[in-house]
């Protein structure tokens, strides 16, 4: 085992390396992300969302006969049982979404006869149950707050393009689809960000793929993660117009504030994701007849990259969530379900990761995540307090 | 920053020092646990858990009309909304109990209206409110899967005693509900172990608290945590009769499996709980007339002890869930509550360090949680492969 001499304390772990994995690669520096050996860019445009779970869960790329049989167990799997959408149906119009989701997986996990099978078998159909599911629960739920009854799955129809149609009530065409599942191809998998790593961190105690996963939906909620794209639709919808972009990028960066989808913890250059989005986001935009939101972020790009570089003598890049968030709005996602959405193609990842987290092989047998804390708590000097009851306390 | 030079590379960050907190201090080598300051030992016996609470959110044991105002409030915030029974009321009636409460914060979640608010003053009152109602949830829950109508709370009981009134449906008397009052204080609060870990990586994201403890609740599930008291009391089951227990050291110890309830990751001594739970074991063996667990329990410490001395010429001691299991078994709290039980406790501890996590004073602020990884997935050689479409596939 290697030594790291590296500042840990209160620094998030940021830059250490503190586990081994076959999963995915992220190279900052370079700007590559790699999934179970394949580069993203050779996967975004050649391979569906399918192929991409099953390269993740089964460490090769399917051939057609896997692929057909993997896709046949997706569809099979892809209801959620009547008891769910009624509990769904108790709940507030108005929830979070993300706090949906996140109820939703004990809910599945509670019909799942497979909890207590700690075998690799049982958390691989558990990891096939909940990629099939997490479309259907989050489109069940945008249907049940709008008033609607969810739709059933169609079988007929490919994971992306069946979200999108248990979402509007209609299929979609052959470019939107294609569009959902090359997104959803995209945000896969990224080692060991934060979702990943709680998930992670819940399987270490042998906890259950639910409760690790519900943990990761946890994490992805907060706006420093998967809630960032979110972020960056409402400032471009604050920002209004193409005109206004320069005196927002300098009233921001004048109020030391950030630019949502601008910075990343771990890449050097633009994110490789960001450069496969632009472009979506673009086409997208002329379908719909409304590039302006494709437009107002393009020249944020440039201007906040200029601005940032002027201002602090140091380049910034676009990361997953600048151009995500334009197509999303596009194609007719609500805003509230870009985090969801991210879930939704996430939760290949987070599978395999708890997967691995388990029956990790060669490496020495990852431990129960449990690091040390530093005491600072001075309440009585350096010494322990001395305990006064109830009736003599100030 | 100060430098540490350890083996980080899959080792779940044992004994790693990550962040500096303000909470507790676990002295394994001493065998202290302090409580933002007090002892263990002073705590026990002589507070009760609002106090501890209060103690944990607050950073000073209250004084008489503090610790009225909160005890207030909590009770005033008891209760559960209909809806959340409504939707337990659709479960599965063999669900695992934590995968219940795992789903329940997020139900609760969707009814409180401050998730939204980043203020510590929202943070402080959802807190309160998760400590006031996780018993009321779990007792619910028992008495759903029981086919019986879960009991509102009871206003004239204290937090302990209301538990086992809602759980059993008749007042407990004066020792029942301080034994169950001195549980709740000697698991409250235990550093950074995986559960509270989980709560704070989540809680780093900036997702509310209901989405960080939900996290911890999933951790806190896994057998390697705290579902370990459930399998100690399996384990005496299993036994059976103290004549027994001899023989089921040997041949545990033989085949080279543990004894639960002995070990532990951090101290390096008895853990001083246990030596609390103990003695509080025999007594409620004896108040129900079956001290045949704790009977066992004692023996097998002992013989546990001197075996695993004999065999690794080292000493291995007992940790806290040793005597709760055989104290709670007493109690007559069914064994797939005793994590549940560990919950009601910890929320506390819980949210003293999702609070301390979001707003922590004079420190370096801590950062979301983003460690690294070392790619090891060697599929095609050191080189990315090179992509196949589908049908050239083998």
Same mark, same amino acid.
């Given at each position: =085992?290697?030594?790291?001499?590296?500042?840990?304390?209160?620094?998030?772990?940021?830059?250490?390396?503190?586990?081994?994995?076959?999963?995915?690669?992220?190279?900052?520096?370079?700007?590559?992300?790699?999934?179970?050996?394949?580069?993203?860019?050779?996967?975004?445009?050649?391979?569906?969302?399918?192929?991409?779970?099953?390269?993740?869960?089964?460490?090769?790329?399917?051939?057609?006969?896997?692929?057909?049989?993997?896709?046949?167990?997706?569809?099979?799997? %892809?209801?959620?049982?009547?008891?769910?959408?009624?509990?769904?149906?108790? %709940?507030?119009?108005?929830?979070?979404?993300?706090?949906?989701?996140?109820?939703?997986?004990?809910?599945?996990?509670?019909?799942?006869?497979?909890?207590?099978?700690?075998?690799?078998? #049982?958390?691989?159909? =558990?990891?096939?149950?909940?990629?099939?599911?997490?479309?259907?629960?989050?489109?069940?739920?945008?249907?049940? %707050?709008?008033?609607?009854?969810?739709?059933?799955?169609?079988?007929?129809?490919?994971?992306?393009?069946?979200?999108?149609? =248990?979402?509007?009530?209609?299929?979609?065409?052959?470019?939107?689809?294609?569009? =959902?599942?090359?997104?959803?191809?995209?945000?896969?998998?990224?080692?060991?960000?934060?979702?990943?790593?709680? #998930?992670?961190?819940?399987?270490?105690?042998?906890?259950?793929?639910?409760?690790?996963?519900?943990?990761?939906?946890?994490?992805?909620?907060?706006?420093?993660?998967?809630?960032?794209?979110?972020?960056?639709?409402?400032?471009?919808?604050?920002?209004?117009?193409?005109?206004?972009?320069?005196?927002?990028?300098?009233?921001?960066?004048?109020?030391?504030?950030?630019?949502?989808?601008?910075?990343?913890?771990?890449?050097?250059?633009?994110? &490789?994701? #960001?450069?496969?989005?632009?472009?979506?986001?673009?086409?997208?935009?002329?379908?719909?007849?409304?590039?302006?939101?494709?437009?107002?972020?393009?020249?944020?790009?440039?201007?906040?990259?200029?601005?940032?570089?002027?201002?602090?003598?140091?380049?910034?890049?676009?990361?997953?969530?600048?151009?995500?968030?334009?197509?999303?709005?596009?194609?007719?996602?609500?805003?509230?379900?870009?985090?969801?959405?991210? #879930?939704?193609?996430?939760?290949?990842?987070?599978?395999?990761?708890?997967?691995?987290?388990?029956?990790?092989?060669?490496?020495?047998?990852?431990?129960?995540?449990?690091?040390?804390?530093?005491?600072?708590?001075?309440?009585?000097?350096?010494?322990?307090?001395?305990?006064? &009851?109830?009736?003599?306390?100030?």
């Amino acid at each position: =085992m290697e030594e790291e001499c590296r500042p840990v304390l209160n620094t998030g772990l940021r830059g250490l390396v503190i586990a081994d994995t076959r999963i995915s690669d992220v190279q900052g520096a370079a700007g590559k992300l790699i999934y179970r050996g394949y580069l993203i860019q050779d996967l975004a445009n050649t391979t569906s969302f399918e192929e991409v779970a099953y390269l993740l869960l089964f460490e090769k790329l399917p051939n057609a006969a896997e692929l057909k049989g993997f896709k046949e167990q997706l569809t099979a799997e %892809r209801d959620i049982p009547p008891e769910v959408i009624t509990a769904l149906k108790t %709940r507030p119009k108005d929830a979070v979404v993300m706090d949906i989701l996140q109820a939703g997986v004990p809910l599945l996990a509670h019909h799942d006869p497979d909890v207590t099978d700690q075998s690799m078998e #049982a958390a691989i159909r =558990m990891a096939t149950r909940l990629i099939a599911k997490f479309p259907t629960i989050i489109a069940a739920w945008d249907r049940i %707050r709008n008033g609607k009854e969810p739709l059933k799955p169609s079988p007929n129809l490919d994971h992306a393009a069946n979200f999108l149609y =248990m979402l509007k009530g209609k299929e979609p065409d052959e470019e939107d689809g294609r569009f =959902m599942d090359t997104c959803l191809v995209l945000h896969a998998e990224h080692s060991f960000n934060a979702s990943t790593f709680a #998930a992670r961190e819940v399987a270490s105690t042998r906890a259950h793929i639910y409760a690790a996963v519900a943990a990761a939906v946890g994490s992805l909620s907060g706006e420093l993660h998967g809630g960032a794209n979110m972020r960056v639709m409402e400032m471009l919808s604050e920002i209004g117009s193409v005109d206004k972009v320069e005196a927002y990028v300098n009233q921001q960066f004048d109020a030391g504030r950030k630019i949502f989808g601008l910075g990343h913890a771990v890449y050097d250059t633009d994110d &490789p994701r #960001a450069h496969i989005l632009a472009p979506m986001s673009k086409r997208m935009g002329e379908r719909v007849g409304d590039t302006r939101w494709y437009e107002m972020s393009q020249l944020l790009e440039k201007t906040g990259k200029a601005e940032f570089k002027k201002r602090k003598g140091k380049d910034i890049y676009v990361n997953v969530d600048f151009y995500s968030a334009s197509l999303y709005y596009a194609m007719g996602i609500p805003i509230d379900l870009f985090t969801p959405v991210f #879930a939704i193609s996430r939760i290949s990842g987070w599978t395999a990761h708890v997967i691995e987290e388990y029956f990790a092989g060669a490496a020495p047998k990852p431990m129960l995540y449990r690091p040390e804390s530093e005491y600072i708590g001075d309440y009585c000097g350096p010494d322990v307090c001395e305990f006064e &009851p109830l009736q003599e306390r100030g």
